[in-house]
């Protein structure tokens, strides 16, 4: 069994920018989490290369919850 997803370890610091792929930019947090933030979500905002970790925390919760979720689904197939 795994462990559950530590959020609260992961908003601490900043996210640094990875890649652009298929619409969404990709950050890193200083654990190493990877996660998208896709384009269509930005508006009127602008995403640096570095960003305080907590800003982007609904897109990590978001990529960490789908991830929990496959790897639910892959167990139990």
């Known amino acids: 069994m795994s462990e559950k997803f530590d ?4 908003i601490v610091g ?3 920018f990875v890649k652009f792929r298929k619409g969404d ?5 200083e ?3 990877e996660f998208p933030v896709p384009v269509a979500d930005a508006g009127d905002a602008s995403f640096d290369a ?3 970790a907590s800003m982007l ?3 990590i ?3 960490a919850a789908m991830l929990e979720t496959a790897r639910a689904e892959t167990v139990e197939a």
Request: aromatic share 16%; proline share 0%.
């Open 7 to 10: 959020i609260k370890a992961h």
């Open 14 to 16: 900043a996210c640094t």
């Open 25 to 29: 930019l990709w950050y890193r947090t």
């Open 31 to 33: 654990l190493g989490f």
């Open 50 to 52: 570095v960003i305080k």
């Open 57 to 59: 925390m609904r897109y």
């Open 61 to 63: 919760r978001k990529h």
